[in-house]
């Protein structure tokens, strides 16, 4: 469907509150109604990137807008596990978000399940050891990401594991972008409300596939003591019990996005040759885009390829929207972001700062079709440091979700204007062009 530059944006969409000055890239959204034809699974895949990828069915895709609807869920299929648990995450903190966690893990151990967990040593630094200490004497299994070690080298700290994975029985699994803390909490429950993306996968392939990609991250870490159990593992069926807790437990609106049969691809850039796997699965993806290309990313400081890309998709005619965080934990990012923001408005890319609290997303969806929900930033850390995971999902009806939800949150950031950009004191230039000669080490 092509886009008419004479149509005015529907009601409720634009700058929020805010006068804003004139854009000369005209409307914000210059589609009116959703991509008018869906493709089949199929087309999808032929269309944006199979070759490359590998796919299995889900028997669901749940998209989870923030931690009031992804911990819920996460925490009702620990509680049903029966098998074995396996929760991987960069930051976990002693607060009441991550001590909810440590005790659903100590029940599930209760319970006769394996379970384990590996968090990023740099990450979860401030995690104490008493929090620890209670999760081994329950018979939980605990492993560090990449320690400070004698034995290893200094640079090997630069490595850091920053996928959020949990796999439940290997029949329910979950990732995206949120830590495990209280900064994600809702304001109204004394959290500071982050703004976030995950994704809750239903099926034994993908739970599988999630899961051997735990097992990678597992082998490379550093447990804390050996944990062997000679605990026979039950023979289970996880799914009616696992739905019969989330009907109870569960907080998702009514109007939750849940996909049925969805092809999904767990990408990982575990090994070294592997580096660039996620990075060419956004090019290719961009490259194809017909419509649209929604974006919203936490640290967005794109290298010159993928620059490339969206200003090439916006010359052709795509509506390109990119969502950065305007209050960022990490304020040295954004400058080193707005460095590059002259370049992408000149190109045709539509930029917009959330500015509500930290805007953490990692996920992109195109032409209605391709999702990408995980924990990739557009940075030099993802690309090259860090082990990072994403869930590509080849499905229409997730993607029109996840593209409902993006606008959503652009109706509620402030757009950054071109003329006013150019405007900014020279102090300010200075200072993001510091920042980005220092992107590499961010």
Same mark, same amino acid.
């Given at each position: 469907m092509e886009s008419s530059p004479d149509r005015e944006p529907a009601a409720g969409e634009g700058q929020g509150k805010a006068a804003a000055p004139p854009n000369p890239l005209g409307?914000?959204?210059?589609? =009116?109604?959703?991509?008018?034809?869906?493709?089949?699974?199929?087309? &999808? !895949?032929r269309r944006y990137g199979r070759p490359s990828l590998r796919f299995f069915r889900a028997d669901t895709a749940r998209l989870l807008v923030n931690a009031s609807q992804a911990f819920p869920q996460?925490?009702?299929?620990?509680?049903?596990?029966?098998?074995?648990?396996?929760?991987?995450?960069?930051?976990?903190?002693?607060?009441?978000?991550?001590?909810?966690f440590q005790q659903a893990l100590i029940r599930a151990a209760a319970r006769g399940a394996h379970v384990r967990l590996l968090y990023d040593w740099i990450g979860s630094f401030s995690l104490p050891r008493n929090f620890v200490q209670?999760?081994?004497?329950?018979?939980?299994?605990?492993?560090?990401?990449?320690?400070?070690?004698?034995?290893?080298?200094?640079?090997?700290?630069?490595?850091?594991?920053?996928?959020?994975?949990?796999?439940?029985?290997?029949?329910?699994?979950?990732?995206?972008?949120?830590? !495990?803390?209280?900064?994600?909490?809702?304001?109204?429950?004394?959290?500071?409300?982050?703004?976030?993306?995950?994704?809750?996968?239903?099926g034994v392939q993908?739970?599988?596939? !999630?899961?051997? !990609?735990?097992?990678?991250?597992?082998?490379?870490?550093?447990?804390?003591?050996?944990?062997?159990?000679?605990?026979?593992?039950?023979?289970?069926?996880l799914r009616r019990r696992w739905a019969s807790l989330l009907r109870r437990k569960?907080?998702?609106?009514?109007?939750?996005?849940?996909?049925?049969?969805?092809?999904?691809?767990?990408?990982s850039n575990q090994l070294l040759r592997q580096r660039w796997r996620i990075h060419r699965a956004y090019l290719k993806a961009i490259r194809r885009a017909r419509h649209y290309v929604l974006i919203e990313n936490a640290y967005f400081i794109p290298n010159r390829s993928v620059r490339r890309a969206l200003i090439a998709a916006a010359g052709r005619g795509v509506f390109v929207g990119v969502v950065t965080s305007a209050l960022s934990d990490v304020p040295i990012t954004n400058y080193a972001s707005r460095w590059l923001y002259d370049e992408l408005l000149r190109g045709g890319v539509r930029l917009f700062e959330w500015p509500h609290s930290v805007m953490h997303a990692k996920t992109a969806v195109i032409d209605d079709a391709w999702s990408i929900v995980g924990s990739y930033?557009?940075?030099?850390?993802?690309?090259?440091? =860090?082990?990072?995971?994403?869930?590509?999902?080849?499905?229409?009806?997730?993607?029109?979700?996840?593209?409902?939800?993006?606008?959503?949150? &652009?109706?509620?950031?402030?757009?950054?204007?071109?003329?006013?950009?150019?405007?900014?004191?020279?102090?300010?230039?200075?200072?993001?062009?510091?920042a980005y000669l220092l992107r590499h080490w961010l």
């Open positions: 409307p914000p959204f210059p589609w =009116q109604e959703p991509v008018q034809h869906a493709l089949r699974h199929e087309q &999808i !895949l996460m925490l009702a299929a620990i509680d049903a596990a029966e098998a074995h648990v396996s929760l991987e995450t960069y930051t976990l903190r002693d607060d009441r978000t991550g001590r909810t209670e999760l081994l004497d329950a018979g939980v299994a605990v492993a560090a990401f990449h320690p400070l070690l004698v034995q290893r080298p200094v640079w090997a700290l630069n490595r850091r594991d920053h996928r959020k994975i949990l796999v439940v029985d290997d029949a329910i699994a979950f990732t995206g972008g949120m830590n !495990l803390g209280d900064e994600y909490a809702p304001v109204s429950d004394g959290g500071q409300g982050w703004r976030d993306t995950h994704v809750g996968l239903e993908v739970g599988r596939a !999630l899961r051997g !990609l735990f097992e990678e991250g597992w082998r490379q870490a550093t447990p804390y003591r050996a944990v062997h159990s000679r605990r026979t593992r039950l023979q289970h069926t569960d907080r998702t609106p009514s109007t939750a996005v849940i996909s049925q049969g969805a092809p999904v691809s767990l990408v930033n557009f940075d030099h850390r993802s690309l090259l440091h =860090q082990l990072e995971c994403v869930a590509v999902i080849a499905d229409s009806s997730f993607a029109r979700g996840l593209r409902e939800q993006t606008l959503h949150d &652009i109706s509620r950031c402030h757009e950054v204007a071109y003329a006013t950009h150019r405007q900014r004191p020279t102090w300010q230039k200075l200072l993001e062009y510091t």
